[in-house]
């Protein structure tokens, strides 16, 4: 069956195949096999790319098979722009810490898709987008975070991230901020997140935001 899989990252397999961690409506969080994977052209599994691909199901394995791929989207925007494709590895990771192998959480991929069409679109003031995307996510994942919620993981970063709650997501890109506030934010989340999903969120890709927004 032809399948929309948004992608999370990649583990290479011998010289010439790569699982592909993804996620979709259908399979939730899944890894999927894709051999020759040099002929495919790796560009296709860019973190956050938004694939059409063909499912073969195996009996034997949990380990399927993804062929026919193409782009559904080609998110220009993105690519073309050093900071959105730096959080494009921030987003994409989340989401690889936070949900679980196997888990479909519903409304979950149509909530992430939908998200990063809006970071492709968006031309300018989009510095706070990882801000208000975690805040989100929480939304995405049952949680519905008050300010009372995330008041004990907030620290002295409380009043600027009570912010991001309330205003619709125009005026959150507007709040004025320093990268460092920005990353303190971004740190205060996690910690909620983990606290909320029993997952000890351990970024990487946190630190190479960071340095963009020093």
């Known amino acids: 069956m032809t399948s929309e899989l948004l ?4 583990t290479k397999v011998g010289d010439n195949a790569l699982v592909v961690h993804t996620l979709s409506r259908e399979w939730g969080r899944k890894g999927f096999l894709v051999r020759s994977a040099r002929k495919t052209g790796t560009t296709l599994f860019l973190p956050l790319n938004i694939l059409e691909a063909d499912v073969i199901e195996n009996p ?3 380990l ?5 791929i193409s782009l559904k989207e080609g998110l220009t925007n993105v690519r073309g722009d050093l900071r959105k494709n730096t959080m494009t590895l921030f987003l994409s990771e989340v989401l690889l810490r936070t949900v679980r192998d196997g888990a479909v959480e519903d409304g979950l991929y149509d909530w992430c898709v ?3 069409l809006t970071l492709n679109a968006l031309e300018a003031d989009y510095a706070n987008f990882p801000v208000r995307w975690l805040v989100e996510l929480a939304g995405a994942l049952g949680f519905r975070p008050s300010a009372e919620d995330i008041a004990p993981f907030a620290g002295d970063q409380f009043p600027a991230l009570k ?3 309330g205003p619709d997501f125009s005026a959150s890109m507007l709040i004025p ?3 460092a506030a920005r990353n303190a934010l971004c740190e205060a989340l996690l910690k909620y997140l983990s606290f909320h999903t029993d997952a000890n969120i351990q970024v990487k890709s946190l630190a190479v ?3 963009l927004y020093r």
Request: charged fraction near 25%; proline fraction near 0%.
């Open 7 to 10: 992608v999370l990252a990649t």
């Open 60 to 62: 034997k394995s949990e």
């Open 64 to 68: 399927w098979t993804l062929r026919g």
């Open 114 to 116: 939908g998200s990063v």
């Open 163 to 165: 912010e991001f709650i």
């Open 177 to 179: 901020l320093t990268g």
């Open 209 to 211: 935001l960071r340095e």
